[in-house]
């Protein structure tokens, strides 16, 4: 598996006796204050009142302001202005985070800036099919725990940080409309610190009537040198609950590599037709790219069909893990596993669509 995570000032000023004093004071004053950045905080110099309140609220505002700088540095900008309302258009959550909302009839999806991640998938009858974890952090402090979440220029562990750095970073809306968004992702000088590559990314999503449709490329823009990546859509999907799933598709007879047995994983051969769920799962299936998650609970199917690009398939369940929501969300990822070797001027297109129906 290839595959890899933002900042505050201060002033004060004194009174005088006289009229004229005064004027010039409060003109200083408004000179000051024009030159501060917006993202100046005042200290305070009221003595807190002895509580675990304050101490409290002090711990969380150095906290936030922690976050803040570690997202900065990733581009995410708080206050940047956006588009608030309840129809499609560009928006903030409660955390500060901006995502494009699209619109479709009934159906709707959400995708937000900060990893270019699709958090939100509905039908028109509203069943939801993408899943988030319930211990996800959605304030930029650290990639968004579900979704369809990349992992670019790596899957995995490896020579730079585990997924590479695709998922924590703030993607550019290049163009917008009701319906479908298009992201882009260049360097940065975070990226650049672990994968100095000439490289632009763009994620195209496209909801229609009855189906979500997202295109992945990765363009190389360099003039000389070609460089080597893997991708993937590391994507949670919702389930009522895993006893009530099957995932179905071209597994059977097929090899995969089990990850969680031995120090190195285990090739074994799939016998079954229907895979299920009862245990903790991370298993690579090489050569298969068309599950079909089949939900008894909620009476739907969902199609994952991988039309272009991405060639194999990861199932992954946390099994057991209650913090992580396990009994709720199975990961039926798409994935590039063996590396692309992309010449200068060449690109890599990812195409995946989800399409839903009855059972």
Not at 153 to 163: A, L, R, S, V, Y
Not at 226 to 240: E, I, K, N
Not at 319 to 345: H, I, Q, R, W
């Amino acid at each position: 598996s290839v595959v890899k995570d933002h900042n505050i000032f201060s002033k004060t000023l004194n009174n005088t006796s006289s009229t004229m004093k005064l004027s010039l004071a409060i003109t200083s004053l408004a000179a000051s204050l024009s030159a501060t950045s917006a993202f100046t905080v005042q200290p305070s110099y009221n003595m807190p009142a002895r509580s675990s309140v304050v101490l409290d609220a002090s711990r969380a505002a150095l906290k936030k302001a922690s976050r803040g700088k570690w997202s900065e540095s990733r581009g995410i900008v708080e206050g940047a202005p956006a588009t608030t309302g309840s129809g499609a258009g560009l928006m903030k959550n409660d955390e500060g985070l901006e995502y494009v909302k699209l619109s479709n009839g009934g159906a709707s999806a959400e995708v937000y800036l900060y990893g270019g991640v699709v958090t939100s998938y509905k039908d028109a009858e509203g069943v939801e099919y993408i899943a988030v974890r319930p211990d996800a952090k959605m304030d930029g402090s650290k990639p968004i725990s579900g979704g369809l979440s990349h992992c670019w220029p790596q899957f995995g562990p490896g020579e730079i940080q585990q997924h590479g750095f695709a998922r924590n970073v703030n993607w550019t809306v290049k163009s917008m409309t009701d319906t479908s968004v298009e992201l882009e992702m260049a360097p940065s000088d975070y990226t650049k610190e672990m994968w100095d590559k000439e490289f632009l990314c763009t994620f195209s999503v496209e909801l229609e009537a009855d189906q979500l449709k997202t295109n992945m490329i990765v363009n190389n823009v360099g003039s000389e040198e070609a460089f080597d990546f893997q991708a993937a859509l590391h994507s949670y999907f919702t389930v009522s609950s895993l006893d009530k799933l099957e995932i179905t598709g071209s597994f059977e007879g097929k090899e995969f590599l089990n990850k969680l047995v031995g120090d190195a994983g285990e090739m074994q051969t799939e016998d079954r037709s229907a895979i299920t769920i009862s245990e903790e799962y991370d298993r690579v299936y090489k050569g298969v790219n068309d599950p079909v998650l089949k939900d008894a609970g909620t009476g739907k199917a969902l199609n994952v069909m991988n039309e272009k690009g991405w060639e194999d398939t990861v199932i992954w369940n946390p099994y057991g893990n209650e913090g992580m929501g396990y009994n709720n969300f199975v990961c039926v990822e798409s994935v590039k596993f063996d590396p692309v070797t992309l010449d200068a001027g060449a690109s890599w297109e990812g195409v995946l669509v989800l399409k839903p129906e009855s059972l």
